[in-house]
């Protein structure tokens, strides 16, 4: 493998331990070695199955991450900053997917160690004494390790050298890939059951694996497979096998079963996890930690060694650092207002600021017009789109103790040199095109391309108007610590709050999927009930959608029930691209779009196409010109490259590691 497995590991191993009182928390206590002897210890297939938690890191927030699973979807294409890292994955003529540079070695490499180490808890843990519940921690990371490289790559390698699913303590610099229903059957379904009976209702410690979190993959895992196994639009698979399931079962099957588990993770998960009662719950930042979020990377502001990324200017040396937000954030801090309200004298309003709307900005993915007008059409009703994006942009000057003439101003001015307050918007991202809006800045200068409308104070920028340089950044994964102390804090480092990987809205979600499927639908009982078809359970999430208690865009409470409106104009029939839509209304920019595409196959069916301004030249602020953009997506590309780094690792000859990469790379 890409990691050579010898007798010492220099892994960051942790161990296991609870507070006393009410609140658990996952101690973590690094060890630099961890020899396979230790694992014959109690303390060390402890401190194995608390690296499972550990190693979510190396993907979870990491930015080169979550632009491979975001990039060349219909929620994303390049922003003005990206390299070519960025751009090789957007098969938009602007690069190439390259083995070696399209950041496909982040999953590769933070998953095959986690899962020898796994497989070491799982063969040592009943000997010393270790309860399966606890052991059962390593089976769901196990697996779910090989679930997201199944979809990544294809079939990958079971056996890391001392079998298949064995713990491997020797140097080996061979593999051979297993099929695609060999790692679900012998490795993904086995161990995700198991699981299930294991695992606890509630978590063993706060944000730990329970029997809701294995429900929840056993049943996306069924469906996955249930989509590979019938194959729409005959997308090929590698290494090449037949589409049929060792155990028999067909597509329906496995729909079928998906959808009956989901279920069951809606009716059984008690008071342990629910939906929060708004959107904007789900992700504000002093609410983290909240029982919707069933998995996540967890981070802290109290030490960057235990955060897995600098506290202060990040300025690398962690590959753990929280900074996913930076490639969905623009460079806001050119905004520009007036000293003066008789002639423009321009100062910069809006700082960097370790708070949620801000943070840093790097301006890698920007997202397309399609996103603003039609995944997010409603911004009236559903909360989504105010609990998602930052569309005002306000002023903090105050915080950033900036003075005029040796004061810090209690007013300055905008566009029309009307007066602003700090905290008010100096930019807005208005929610539809309006016209009458003048770009041209003759008198004011926003110093980003904004607009001018009659009577407002704040510069605006219409959806129409939305460019690779300015688009509203993504609130939802924005920084939220308490150590600011009235200022601006540090928006520089990695964020330190924690990465939401799995949620209990998902459920509902797999089921209606399975649903569209032709999964035979039955009731939902308890807190959810509903008939259980595709609009039943969607109509929970967008009942959820219609509720307001404060508007983001507006920086002001708002208590509004729209749940009505929202669940009347779901569609009476739902079909999977509906599905698609409220996922991305649900889920935009977290990471699930790539893989949804895949799964379902309609990657090149919804982003072969793409429509964003700055099509005459992409680096100036003020080209509003729209732009249609194409896409070259082959079916080959459904199944990313194996990194070059492993190949390079392995010693084998030119034409078997050819023979192991995907075909089209």
């Given amino acids: 493998m890409k990691r050579i497995y010898s007798k010492s590991y220099k892994l960051l191993i942790l161990g296991v331990l609870c507070t006393t009182g009410c609140t658990k928390i996952l101690d973590e206590n690094p060890r630099s070695i961890f020899t396979p002897d230790y694992f014959k210890t109690e303390a060390g297939v402890k401190g194995g199955i608390t690296a499972g938690y550990a190693h979510l890191r190396l993907m979870f927030g990491n930015g080169y991450f979550i632009n491979s699973n975001q990039i060349s979807t219909d929620e994303h294409t390049w922003g003005q900053n990206s390299d070519g890292n960025v751009k090789n994955l957007d098969f938009s003529g602007v690069g190439n997917i390259d083995p070696a540079t399209s950041n496909t070695g982040v999953l590769w490499g933070a998953t095959f160690p986690n899962i020898n180490t796994a497989s070491g808890v799982i063969e040592n843990g009943a000997a010393v004494g270790v ?12 697996a779910f390790d090989y679930f997201l490289l199944v979809q990544t790559f294809g079939g990958v390698p079971l056996d890391l050298g001392a079998g298949e699913l064995k ?34 209702d509630a978590g063993r410690v706060t944000g730990g694996v329970t029997k809701t979190l294995a429900r929840l993959y056993l049943a996306k895992a069924y469906l996955t497979y249930g989509w590979w196994l019938q194959n729409p639009n005959s997308i090929p698979t590698y290494p090449e096998v037949a589409r049929t399931d060792p155990d028999g079962h067909n597509a329906a099957w496995y729909f079928q079963e998906a959808y009956n588990i989901a279920v069951a993770g809606i009716q059984n998960a008690g008071a342990n996890f629910t939906l929060q009662p708004t959107f904007y719950d789900v992700n504000l930042g002093p609410n983290d930690r909240n029982n919707e979020i069933l998995l996540y990377a967890d981070h802290t502001e109290s030490s960057s060694l235990y ?8 300025g690398g040396g962690f590959g753990t650092d929280n900074f996913a937000h930076w490639f969905q954030q623009w460079n806001y801090t050119g905004l520009q207002s007036s000293s003066s309200n008789t002639a423009w004298s321009g100062v910069n309003t809006v700082q960097r600021a370790a708070t949620q709307p801000l943070g840093r900005p790097w301006t890698m993915l920007a997202p397309p017009h399609g996103v603003i007008k039609s995944t997010f ?21 105050k915080e950033a103790g900036l003075k005029v003439n040796n004061v810090i101003p209690e007013s300055l001015y905008g566009a029309n040199n009307l007066p602003l307050v700090n905290g008010d918007a100096i930019l807005t991202f208005l929610n539809e095109d309006v016209g009458g809006v003048d770009y041209t800045n003759s008198r004011y200068n926003s110093n980003v391309g904004a607009g001018v409308l009659p009577g407002r104070a704040d510069f605006v920028i219409e959806p129409s108007a939305i460019s690779r340089i300015c688009y509203p950044g993504n609130w939802k994964m924005g920084p939220y610590r308490t150590d600011n102390n009235g200022g601006l804090g540090s928006p520089n480092g990695s964020l330190t709050r924690p990465y939401p990987i799995a949620k209990f809205s998902e459920l509902f979600f797999i089921a209606a999927e399975a649903a569209v499927k032709g999964a035979a639908p039955a009731a939902v009982s308890g807190t959810y009930a509903n008939d259980g078809t595709a609009r039943g359970l969607i109509n929970v999430i967008r009942a959820r959608a219609g509720k307001w208690r404060w508007s983001n865009g507006g920086n002001v409470a708002k208590i509004q029930d729209n749940s009505a409106a929202l669940t009347s104009a779901t569609p009476a029939t739902i079909d999977i691209n509906y599905i698609l839509a409220e996922r991305s209304r649900e889920y935009f920019g977290e990471g699930y779009r790539w893989l949804d595409l895949v799964r379902t196959q309609k990657w090149i069916e919804l982003s072969n196409s793409f429509v964003i301004a700055g099509k005459t030249n992409p680096n100036d602020w003020k080209d509003h010109t729209i732009g249609t953009f194409s896409r070259t997506i082959s079916p080959t590309h459904y199944l990313r490259p194996i990194p070059q780094s492993q190949l390079d690792r392995m010693e084998m000859t030119a034409e078997e590691k050819a023979a192991y990469q995907n075909p089209g790379y």
Avoid at 307 to 314: E, P, V
């Fill in 167 to 200: 713990f491997n303590t020797s140097t080996v610099r061979t593999s051979r890939r297993n099929t695609v229903p060999e790692v679900y059957t012998k490795a993904i379904f086995p161990d995700l059951k198991l699981a299930i009976e294991q695992l606890p």
């Fill in 377 to 397: 059409a409603d911004k009236t009703n559903d909360s989504r789109w105010d609990g998602t994006f930052v569309t005002s942009y306000r002023s903090n000057w």
């Fill in 131 to 142: 309860a399966e519940s606890l052991v059962s921690e390593a089976r769901f990371f196990r």
């Fill in 307 to 314: 955060n897995g990324g600098d506290l202060g200017y990040s």
